[in-house]
């Protein structure tokens, strides 16, 4: 069973940056993935990011390319997710995954509330 504990969020202005990390445990070589997920109020959930332990492929929603990066840190289990250029749009709780592969996630954290005002 694979344990995933978010920490990184809170309040930022339009423009900051924020980092989330997602600290993994319990992780075993069929779940080579770790992602990325956020809900907005009233919205449903929504890929941000992903990227393999093995080979560092990542992958990311249109809607955050060129502002968030994702990355990881096989050592330590750990992923991140750095955002810059915060809109108040990406307000939402963020969520870590773990999966198979970059498509497909089966264990979920608990989230972190992220908050972008204007």
């Known amino acids: 069973q694979v344990q995933l504990v978010e920490s990184g969020g809170g309040l930022v202005q339009a423009g900051g940056s924020l980092r989330l990390s997602c600290a993994a445990s319990g992780r075993t070589f069929s779940n080579d993935a770790m992602g990325w997920f956020r809900q907005a109020p009233g919205k449903e959930r929504e890929f941000v990011a992903a990227i393999s332990w093995s080979t560092g492929y990542t992958r990311n929603a249109d809607s955050v390319k060129g502002r968030f990066t994702i990355s990881r840190d096989n050592a330590k289990n750990t992923i991140y997710l750095q955002m810059d250029s915060l809109k108040p749009d990406d307000t939402a709780v963020y969520y870590c995954?773990?999966?198979?592969?970059?498509?497909?996630?089966?264990?979920w954290g608990q989230g972190t509330q992220v908050t972008v005002s204007s």
């Open positions: 995954a773990a999966g198979r592969d970059t498509a497909n996630f089966g264990f």
